[in-house]
């Protein structure tokens, strides 16, 4: 399951999933542009892909490893996230 501090925002959740590599990724809806990384048993990541190849995670990598564009993205779909930052 994603982080629940994101689910909290979508009330129309339909949760997408997709098996790649061993790994769970999920997104809330088909027109969102960012894949979570399910981290089972794991408190604290908060893992995160746009091509569910490069994987971020929101406490190391964001903003900084990031392009702008990647950025607004972020901002758009996470926007209680991103205030953290």
């Not at 190849?53 to 964001?62: A, E, G, P, Q, V």
């Amino acid at each position: 399951m994603y982080n629940k501090i994101m689910s909290d925002e979508y009330e129309d959740c339909e949760e997408i999933h997709e098996y790649k590599n061993g790994l769970d990724f999920c997104k809330h809806s088909r027109k969102d542009k960012i894949w979570y990384v399910d981290t089972p048993g794991q408190e604290g990541p908060y893992l995160f892909s746009f091509d569910q190849k490069t994987i971020f995670n929101f406490w190391t990598d964001y903003p900084d490893k990031l392009t702008p564009e990647q950025i607004e993205i972020f901002k758009k779909e996470n926007p209680i996230m991103a205030e953290l930052k």
